[in-house]
Nanobody
């Protein structure tokens, strides 16, 4: 199964973007899903996760600004990003995730999408 993230781009601080993650199969209907990001020189970190039951979880840095959602019929997971900040600049990736003490990536990484927040 391949994952393809899209929707990134250049946006000014305070702006919004909506990222999409399309799967080649129906993995999102039977797996939890998550969005991760990796900024230059930093480790990849979880941004948001959504369980198969629809429960969502967010990194403290994005709570109240980002929203994760899933459309199983379209085999797509979304990340709505509002009130973007320069520190949100990163390559964003999606993946299936497993729940332990935290959310952990489960599948293979697909191509990410670059989000640049700058004036």
């Amino acid at each position: 199964v391949q994952l393809q993230a899209s929707g990134g781009g250049l946006v000014q601080p305070g702006g919004s973007l909506r990222l999409s993650c399309a799967a080649s199969g129906s993995i999102f209907s039977i797996n939890h899903a998550g969005w991760f990001r990796q900024a230059p020189g930093k480790q990849r970190e979880l941004v948001a996760a959504i369980s198969t039951g629809g429960t969502t979880d967010y990194a403290d840095s994005v709570k109240g600004r980002f929203a994760i959602s899933r459309d199983s019929a379209k085999k797509t997971v979304y990340l709505q990003m509002n009130r973007l900040k320069p520190e949100d600049t990163a390559v964003y990736y999606c993946n299936t995730v497993t729940r332990g003490s935290n959310w952990y990536p489960k599948g293979h990484w697909g191509q990410g999408t670059l989000v640049t927040v700058s004036s």
